[in-house]
């Protein structure tokens, strides 16, 4: 019995790291660009865009289309930032464990 009280110590402590760990990562903001700054984004470790700034520069109605592409590349790279800091904080609480259903 002493071993599974133990076990249950860890895992409420577990559980208590990844909750802090988390509280963390949302409140983090991840600032990205494109298009050689052309294009800025920032989003949170929830997911949600806080701002996109567009140089004015930048709007040309003979090409919306490239305007568009960095939109898209500033939004992936935001995404892809998230994601491997969401990794990489819940692998240092769960000790590189891969828990489905936690990222």
Do not use: C, W
Not at 23 to 33: A, D, H, M
Not at 76 to 81: M, R
Not at 84 to 89: D, G, R, Y
């Amino acid at each position: 019995m002493q071993n599974m009280n133990q076990l249950m110590k860890q895992a409420q402590k577990m559980q208590q790291q990844m909750l802090r760990s988390q509280q963390e990562l949302e409140s983090k903001i991840f600032e990205v660009s494109a298009g050689g700054g052309v294009v800025k984004l920032e989003m949170t470790g929830k997911y949600e865009v806080k701002s996109l700034t567009i140089d004015p520069e930048a709007v040309s109605p003979d090409d919306v289309e490239m305007l568009q592409d960095m939109i898209l590349a500033a939004l992936t790279e935001a995404h892809g930032k998230v994601a491997e800091a969401t990794e990489e904080i819940m692998g240092q609480v769960t000790g590189g464990m891969k828990i489905p259903g936690l990222i």
